[in-house]
Nanobody, 119 residues
Framework: QVQLVESGGGLVQPGGSLRLSCAASGTIFSINIMGWYRHAPGKERELVARITSGGNTNYGDSVKGRFTISRDNAKNTMYLQMNVLKPEDTAVYYC?????????????WGLGTQVTVSS
């Protein structure tokens, strides 16, 4: 049994910052790619950022230079530091983790955390 728990969302003013966390727990032998996605009302889900086990990263165009993804492999935890937030960053943010739990590699999704950027 594997669980992903996101935290750190909330309401912030434009220009502010938030830090999201995603912690994976359960029977985990190895984690490959970890990523953040977001889904805003009326829009398709989009990639925010992802990071490999070796630390290679890539970002969606709309967040480059403002967001930073990182991970702590010892804690099976991923972070997303979000700076200079804009109203268009408002969305539910989901973490996605590609991990091996003993049977096969599987993608797991968290339940999401709401981020609202508004004055």
């Amino acid at each position: 049994q594997v669980q992903l728990v996101e935290s750190g969302g909330g309401l912030v003013q434009p220009g502010g910052s938030l830090r999201l966390s995603c912690a994976a727990s359960g029977t985990i032998f190895s984690i490959n790619i970890m990523g953040w996605y977001r889904h805003a009302p009326g829009k398709e889900r989009e990639l925010v950022a992802r990071i490999t086990s070796g630390g290679n990263t890539n970002y969606g165009d709309s967040v480059k230079g403002r967001f930073t993804i990182s991970r702590d492999n010892a804690k099976n935890t991923m972070y997303l530091q979000m700076n200079v937030l804009k109203p268009e960053d408002t969305a539910v943010y989901y973490c996605k983790v590609d991990l091996y739990s003993g049977n096969r590699w599987t993608n797991y999704w968290g339940l999401g955390t709401q981020v609202t950027v508004s004055s």
